[in-house]
């Protein structure tokens, strides 16, 4: 059972324009929502994270919008760069140096 | 570069064999996380190991087993290869367990043929 679901599988964007990227999740125990980014032939890099006590967290082009109620979380990517074409994913975990229950995964691809 | 190493980067061996991954955690971090990568059932987490102790086991079969050295360092053992093993294997490591981030190595490809 995928305890968080991600959405697209794939993504196309625009080199300029904003990328959406959708989580979904159902337990209600968990606290951290990170967000990584995976090139090709790399580890995951964390890129931003939230707890669910705030709605919106944002770290320069990076932003991640948060609401508890509906139990998802996504991230935007404002003025999308060739460069950040790679995987993304969410990521959920309960309290504090626990297992991470990952998303499946988002290969975005910035058209210049 | 997050500051976590693995060794090999790549790893070719047959069904039935048995390989040693190994992880440096980021200096000072105390815990270290493993994971596989793989396309159909994407990262999972295996275990986790804090200061040399086992604190969270998550989808690690039996025929794997890992742990952490005085040093920090921490080895996963696969034994029994299957074909159905073949992955990336990433670890992470965090300063303490209580710690959130996580920041990942680049990972060892495994083939089992």
């Known amino acids: 059972q995928q305890q968080v679901k991600q959405s697209p599988q794939s993504l196309i964007v625009q080199k300029g324009g904003i990328s959406i990227i959708n989580c979904a999740y159902e337990?209600?125990?968990?606290?951290?929502f990170p967000w990584y980014q995976q090139f090709p032939g790399k580890g995951p890099a964390l890129l931003i994270a939230?707890?669910?006590?705030?709605s919106e967290k944002k770290e320069g082009r990076f932003t991640i919008s948060f609401n508890k109620s509906a139990k998802q979380f996504s991230l935007h990517i404002m003025d999308s760069q060739p460069g950040d074409s790679a995987t993304y994913f969410c990521a959920a975990s309960i309290g504090t140096g626990n297992q991470f229950y990952f998303g499946t995964g988002t290969s975005l691809t910035v058209i210049p | 570069d997050s500051g976590v190493t693995q060794t090999p980067k790549h790893l070719i061996t047959a069904t039935g064999q048995r390989v040693t991954l190994r992880c440096s955690p980021r200096s000072g971090d105390l815990s270290v996380y493993w994971y596989q990568q793989s396309l159909d059932q994407g990262l999972q987490f295996l275990i986790q190991?804090?200061?040399?102790?086992?604190?969270a086991k998550g989808n690690i079969l039996e025929r794997f087993s890992a742990q952490q050295f005085p040093d920090l360092h921490s080895e996963l053992n696969l034994s029994s290869l299957e074909l159905g093993d073949s992955a990336l294997y990433f670890c992470a490591s965090s300063a303490f367990w209580s710690s959130y981030e996580q920041y990942f190595g680049p990972g060892t490809r495994l083939t089992v043929t």
């Open positions: 939230i707890r669910p006590d705030v």
């Open positions: 190991y804090y200061n040399g102790e086992e604190r």
């Open positions: 337990n209600t125990a968990f606290d951290y």
